[in-house]
């Protein structure tokens, strides 16, 4: 049981529903009982809108499986979210084919999977990946996301490394920003996914690195979001994903504090979703677990107010010094 389970399963059917509680817990009134299904069908009426709105382009949108000869390029694809992610493309779409832009090849022995390594730390490697890329299926990709990260070991800004500052941006903030430049069609439907954390919005002590190449994605993201909105391009649309620590292999090594509030995020839940999104072509943001809602918002505090939520939830004090 965490917050998540909490806000899903009473919260949030509470705040929809409030009249079930009036009704259970006190002598109905009919002229309560009236407004709080007035507020309900209110408040289902602007969730509606919302989620129309994020869908709505000048175009219909179509499913991958609608395209003809889809291609999606996710790249880390061979382990954590990636593999995930396509593992679920698989699963989902009979023709879809994917590129895996990575360093190791794809456990997958799906002959719809095709591996292109590439160290993205390196800018010629990757504008040669690129390269390979619009060769082999031009303006076709119907699917970006842009999920390949690596951190920076666990110390304090003063002992970083130069070099590693350099790679860490490299692969996680410059790479898809080029990706996106070079390979985004022009006329065809394409959807973005861009992996960011919210530790690129919380910057925790000990991962300045890491948290700094994030944030420069996020700002990446939105402003070519924005870019695409006053153009009136809705052919292109993009996600941006805000997530907190994942059942992966990068973070491992210490014990999460506070659990309950900060829930580790299923990877494959995560993938899932994702994909939701691109079947909806739904811009925006999916921030999980529920905290990463109010990352914004608690860096927008007085400086009091803030720390003590830092200082509570021990966010700067779980990693270890590596």
């Given at each position: 049981?965490?917050?998540?389970?909490?806000?899903?399963w009473?919260?949030?059917?509470?705040?929809?529903?409030?009249?079930?509680?009036?009704?259970?817990?006190w002598t109905p009134?009919?002229?309560?009982?009236l407004?709080?299904?007035?507020?309900?069908?209110?408040?289902?009426?602007c969730?509606?809108l919302?989620k129309w709105?994020?869908?709505?382009?000048?175009?219909?949108?179509?499913?991958?499986?609608?395209l003809?000869n889809?291609?999606?390029?996710v790249?880390g694809?061979?382990h954590?979210?990636g593999?995930s992610?396509i593992?679920?493309?698989?699963n989902?779409?009979k023709h879809v084919?994917?590129?895996?832009?990575?360093l190791q090849k794809?456990?997958?022995?799906?002959?719809?999977?095709?591996?292109?390594?590439?160290?993205?730390?390196?800018?010629?490697?990757?504008?040669h990946?690129?390269d390979?890329?619009?060769?082999r299926y031009?303006?076709?990709?119907?699917?970006?996301?842009n999920?390949?990260?690596?951190?920076?070991?666990?110390?304090y800004?003063k002992?970083s490394?130069?070099f590693?500052?350099?790679?860490v941006?490299?692969?996680?903030?410059?790479?898809?920003?080029?990706?996106?430049?070079e390979?985004v069609?022009?006329?065809?439907q394409c959807?973005?996914?861009?992996?960011?954390s919210?530790?690129?919005?919380l910057?925790?002590?000990?991962?300045?690195?890491y948290a700094?190449?994030?944030?420069?994605l996020?700002?990446f993201h939105?402003?070519?979001?924005?870019?695409?909105?006053?153009?009136?391009?809705?052919?292109?649309r993009?996600?941006?994903v805000?997530?907190?620590?994942l059942?992966?292999?990068?973070f491992?090594?210490?014990?999460?504090?506070?659990?309950?509030?900060?829930?580790?995020?299923d990877?494959?839940?995560?993938?899932?979703d994702?994909i939701?999104?691109?079947?909806?072509?739904q811009r925006?943001?999916?921030?999980?677990?529920f905290?990463s809602?109010?990352?914004?918002?608690?860096m927008?505090?007085?400086l009091l107010p803030?720390?003590?939520?830092?200082k509570?939830?021990?966010?700067?004090?779980c990693?270890?010094?590596?």
């Amino acid at each position: 049981m965490n917050v998540d389970n909490a806000v899903n399963w009473v919260v949030t059917p509470l705040l929809k529903y409030p009249v079930l509680v009036y009704v259970v817990f006190w002598t109905p009134n009919v002229k309560i009982s009236l407004l709080l299904i007035l507020y309900s069908v209110l408040l289902k009426i602007c969730i509606a809108l919302n989620k129309w709105y994020k869908c709505q382009g000048n175009e219909p949108w179509k499913s991958l499986e609608e395209l003809e000869n889809a291609v999606v390029l996710v790249t880390g694809g061979s382990h954590g979210l990636g593999r995930s992610i396509i593992m679920e493309l698989l699963n989902r779409y009979k023709h879809v084919k994917v590129i895996n832009l990575d360093l190791q090849k794809s456990p997958s022995a799906d002959t719809r999977v095709l591996d292109i390594q590439c160290d993205l730390m390196s800018s010629a490697a990757l504008v040669h990946c690129i390269d390979e890329i619009k060769i082999r299926y031009g303006d076709n990709l119907s699917l970006i996301v842009n999920n390949a990260g690596i951190r920076a070991p666990y110390q304090y800004l003063k002992d970083s490394n130069e070099f590693s500052i350099q790679e860490v941006f490299a692969v996680n903030a410059f790479a898809p920003t080029r990706i996106i430049q070079e390979l985004v069609p022009s006329n065809h439907q394409c959807y973005v996914v861009n992996i960011a954390s919210t530790l690129g919005v919380l910057a925790p002590a000990k991962v300045s690195t890491y948290a700094a190449s994030k944030a420069a994605l996020i700002a990446f993201h939105n402003s070519y979001s924005l870019e695409l909105s006053k153009l009136g391009i809705s052919q292109t649309r993009s996600l941006l994903v805000l997530s907190g620590q994942l059942d992966t292999e990068m973070f491992g090594g210490f014990e999460p504090p506070l659990q309950f509030f900060a829930p580790v995020v299923d990877r494959q839940k995560l993938a899932r979703d994702l994909i939701d999104c691109c079947e909806r072509g739904q811009r925006g943001e999916i921030c999980v677990p529920f905290y990463s809602n109010f990352a914004h918002l608690l860096m927008s505090l007085p400086l009091l107010p803030r720390n003590l939520v830092r200082k509570l939830s021990k966010m700067d004090d779980c990693l270890p010094q590596e």
